[in-house]
T-cell receptor, first 116, second 115 residues
């Protein structure tokens, strides 16, 4: 596609349930990022993938959060046993990464997660 | 370590007046600096960046930003604001020398342009 695609756009779940959020980056972009945006908190870095290298997971807030990127393209962010504090907008972005470009990110429109 | 600060949660300006949205940064090496804009219920859109060269950078929608190394600032400016400029603006920094491709974002500044 022309841009970064995220699904679902909205997800309402009950506390304790698992959720999966999907990101389809721009074709040819080797770098993929997940950020979390909470009201008044700006963007919080979660995880970074670059090509086939091991991901940088330093931003994941707990072991309930995990992410994978299959075939160097689509990524899935999984949150297990969701808590109310997980409610936020989850933003995915991609960039040319180390293969070129000077680092600007291209963002999807986000997945809004509400945990009841 | 890298960090960025946007000291104003909100900026109010009248349409037609000049606007400034402030950003200061901290990095160990040389900075790559970025501005993004977020319209309601949308993702972030890239506006402009400073990598090297001229301190005054021009970007989309008539915006520009000035890199000031001595003040470690990268303020976003526009000579004449439009109501349609009302949005949330994020400054971001990445340390060019750190080998990391992960930018750090500020908390965002809400720009409100009054008719």
């Amino acid at each position: 596609g022309a841009g970064v695609s995220q699904s679902p756009s909205n997800k309402v779940t009950e506390k304790g349930k698992d959720v999966e959020l999907r990101c389809d980056p721009i074709s040819g972009h080797t770098a993929l990022y997940w950020y979390r945006q909470s009201l008044g908190q700006g963007l919080e870095f979660l995880i970074y993938f670059q090509g086939n290298s091991a991901p940088d997971k330093s931003g994941l807030p707990s072991d309930r959060f995990s992410a994978e990127r299959t075939g160097g393209s689509v990524s899935t962010l999984t949150i297990q046993r969701t808590q109310q504090e997980d409610s936020a907008v989850y933003l995915c972005a991609s960039s040319l990464g180390v293969t070129g470009g000077t680092g600007e990110l291209f963002f999807g429109e986000g997945s809004r997660l509400t945990v009841l | 370590a890298q960090s960025v600060a946007q000291p104003e949660d909100q900026v109010n300006v009248a349409e037609g007046n000049p606007l400034t949205v402030k950003c200061t940064y901290s990095v160990s090496g040389n900075p790559y600096l970025f501005w993004y804009v977020q319209y309601p219920n949308r993702g972030l859109q890239f506006l402009l960046k400073y990598i090297t060269g001229d301190n005054l950078v021009k970007g989309s929608y008539g915006f520009e930003a000035e890199f000031n190394k001595s003040q470690t600032s990268f303020h976003l400016k526009k000579p004449s604001a439009l109501v349609s400029d009302s949005a949330l603006y994020f400054c971001a920094v990445r340390d060019e020398s750190g080998g990391s491709y992960i930018p750090t974002f500020g908390r965002g500044t809400s720009l409100i342009v009054h008719p």
